[in-house]
């Protein structure tokens, strides 16, 4: 499979009044054509900081220090303002977590749809009305002409959250960044809105970047995972590897967190400590302060990428590379 996303050095950096936020540093990120890959870890990791600065989005005081994202062999950083509103929504489309904020309340979904599908296409108001009740079909909205005609507010969270696939998909995106777009939906909705997802991968070949928190959603949908921490993807592995052989302290401390179905006298293990402050990341490796093995040299050196396997790295002083006798 051929690489749809490439993201190479990218740093992206907030002005504060105490210092300079060191926020995403991702030195190597490929998404292949067609598949799922997941990017997990915690509250404050950089997930959402990841996402919007694929579709070029950091705003003041923010701002995307240097890097490349090249999508279809483009430089998105480098595009003109007008090219790069061409690519957002007709070849990239994001779903948020909270799709009442992500929704006009004073138009119906059935307008939304339509003005959307005008942006980007040239076609009349009366096929653009077809086109959005078939997408309202194809993310398995009950009885696509009422709902055409209802607010956000008249639909469920769920329904919500179709809407707003069907409008990511509206434009034939290529690309769709999913970002925690199940968090404030229940378990059962949950369910489904993932089943979607992957339905659209495998009847529309749609390529997904799935941001989550939620390693048991990474377990269920991705074929590859990034595990971010600081802004740093720490661990990157199929996601069979990532569960049966994570390699990085904290992509193990994430998984011994993950509720198992037995938790009779069970106490959920958490991982001591907190994310540390953007302006004052620890020298060496990030992850050190909270880490159980912490040794000397984590305190002073980076930990460089080391490759474990195929298509798996661990960014840990511990690690040991593929075909080490030890490892
Ligand atoms: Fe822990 Fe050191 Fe590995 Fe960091 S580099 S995760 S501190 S062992």
């Given at each position: 499979m051929e690489n749809i996303l490439e993201i190479k050095n990218l740093k992206v950096d907030f002005a504060t009044f105490r210092g300079t936020a060191h926020v995403l540093d991702i030195e190597d990120l490929c998404v292949r054509e067609g598949e799922i890959y997941g990017i997990a870890g915690e509250s404050g990791s950089g997930k959402s900081i990841l996402a919007l600065?694929?579709?070029?989005?950091?705003?003041?005081?923010?701002?995307?220090?240097?890097?490349?994202?090249?999508f279809s062999g483009r430089d998105l950083l480098k595009l003109h303002p007008?090219?790069?509103?061409?690519?957002?929504?007709?070849?990239?489309?994001?779903?948020?977590?909270?799709?009442?904020?992500?929704?006009?309340?004073?138009?119906?979904?059935?307008?939304?749809?339509?003005?959307?599908?005008?942006?980007?296409?040239?076609?009349?108001?009366?096929?653009?009305?077809?086109?959005?009740?078939?997408r309202f079909e194809d993310v398995k909205l009950p009885d696509p002409d009422t709902t055409f005609k209802k607010y956000p507010h008249e639909l469920s969270g769920g329904m919500?959250?179709?809407?707003?696939?069907?409008?990511?998909?509206?434009c034939g995106a290529k690309l769709l960044i999913a970002d925690e777009a199940t968090r404030a939906l229940d378990v059962t909705i949950q369910a489904g809105i993932l089943?979607?997802?992957?339905?659209?991968?495998?009847?529309?070949?749609?390529?997904?970047?799935?941001?989550?928190?939620?390693?048991?959603?990474?377990?269920?949908?991705?074929?590859?995972?990034?595990?971010?921490?600081?802004?740093?993807?720490?661990?990157e592995a199929p996601v069979r590897d990532i569960f049966k052989k994570p390699s990085h302290p904290y992509t193990k401390a994430l998984i011994d967190a993950v509720p198992t179905a037995n938790l009779k006298d069970q106490r959920l293990p958490n991982i001591g400590?907190?994310?540390?402050?953007?302006?004052?990341?620890?020298?060496?490796?990030?992850?050190?302060?909270?880490?159980?093995?912490v040794m000397e040299v984590c305190r002073r050196t980076k930990p460089e990428r080391i490759g474990i396997g195929p298509d798996h790295f661990a960014s840990c002083h511990l690690a040991k590379k593929s075909g080490d006798d030890n490892g």
């Open positions: 600065s694929i579709l070029n989005l950091i705003t003041p005081p923010g701002r995307i220090a240097q890097g490349q994202v090249i007008r090219e790069m509103n061409g690519i957002r929504g007709e070849e990239i489309a994001m779903i948020f977590q909270d799709p009442m904020a992500s929704l006009n309340p004073v138009l119906t979904v059935g307008q939304q749809m339509v003005i959307t599908i005008r942006q980007h296409r040239k076609i009349s108001a009366k096929e653009a009305e077809k086109e959005a009740k078939r919500r959250q179709r809407v707003l696939i069907a409008l990511a998909l509206s089943d979607l997802l992957r339905e659209l991968r495998k009847n529309n070949g749609t390529t997904i970047l799935l941001i989550t928190n939620s390693l048991g959603v990474a377990a269920q949908m991705c074929d590859r995972v990034g595990i971010l921490y600081t802004g740093k993807i720490l661990e400590g907190f994310v540390p402050d953007p302006i004052d990341l620890p020298a060496g490796c990030t992850f050190g302060p909270r880490c159980p093995h």
